[in-house]
């Protein structure tokens, strides 16, 4: 983003044409280069201070920044280079199409006219970016560097899927085969709850390669259903200590698991309901 008045005369398309030209007297032309970019940076940092401690912050702002944009364009401080880090998932051009491109010098945008600010804020918004840090790196470079949101599960609603982290927050609704280790939770406010679920699924690792989809009922509790179609009904309170026990009794009754399209209610605390198909409906105590 450049920072321009219209008050100011200047001609910035101009001046970079004439940093070009300069450009091709080197190497005298650089050393005088990295020496006033000593002095623009001291100058730069005497500037913030002044205008702080004299209370002009406010009105002085915008045209401190002016400055520093000509200033920095006539020591040839241009965006030449855009390096991306922290990439995981996101490719480089995913971020870079959001970012102000080098240019040629006769175009060639400050690397002061670059706001990090606002590149910051638009770099958030996209789903897979949980932070972003902008840096200026003197006398020609961007650098970004980008933490990445972690997918925790896949929420289904209505007939669509999406990778969420263990916030709830949507950060992929495409090429979701990529993730298809992740737990499916279904239902309206299912993303809310996902490090509930991550909770549950946690304390009996060994009933997880069983688990299909964990279902929310009514925004207050859980269901588990099974690969073979058997559901399990959690309890609104304290789920995870009921996941626990029933992990606990099917190394003991190993078969109840095994029938399919089968319903088992662990709502009771001191017993298990069960009704499978073909079978008289029974109960199991827990004590």
């Known amino acids: 983003m450049l920072l321009m008045s219209s008050s100011d005369n200047f001609s910035y398309k101009q001046q970079a044409r ?117 840096e200026r790196q003197l006398p020609d470079a961007l650098h970004v560097i980008i933490e990445e949101r972690q997918p925790a599960a896949i929420w289904q609603f209505q007939g669509k899927l999406k990778v969420v982290d263990e916030s709830g927050i949507v950060i992929e609704d495409k090429k979701l085969g990529a993730f298809a280790d992740l737990p499916i939770i279904v239902g309206e406010d299912a993303h809310r709850h996902v490090q509930q679920v991550m909770t549950i699924f946690s304390v009996a690792e060994v009933l997880y390669p069983r688990v299909a989809a964990a279902v929310r009922v009514g925004d207050r509790r859980w269901n588990i259903k099974l690969v073979n179609g058997t559901m399990v009904k959690l309890p609104e309170v304290k789920p995870e200590e009921a996941w626990k026990n029933f992990a606990q009794l099917t190394e003991k009754e190993g078969a109840l698991v095994e029938y399919s399209n089968a319903e088992i209610d662990l709502r009771m605390k001191d017993r298990i309901y069960f009704n499978v198909p073909g079978l008289s409906a029974g109960e199991l105590t827990t004590r």
């Open 18 to 134: 004439r940093v070009a030209r300069q450009r091709q007297r080197r190497p005298l032309v650089r050393k005088l280069q990295l020496a006033g970019l000593v002095i623009f940076v001291l100058f730069h940092f005497w500037l913030g201070w002044l205008l702080s401690a004299s209370g002009m912050l406010a009105e002085g702002k915008l045209a401190a920044r002016e400055a520093m944009i000509k200033t920095s364009l006539q020591l040839g401080m241009t965006l030449e280079r855009v390096y991306v880090d922290g990439l995981v998932h996101l490719k480089t051009e995913d971020v870079l199409k959001h970012l102000p491109s080098p240019m040629p010098e006769e175009n060639a945008i400050p690397l002061y006219g670059v706001d990090p600010y606002a590149l910051k804020a638009k770099l958030e918004t996209l789903g897979w970016v949980k932070h972003a840090t902008i």
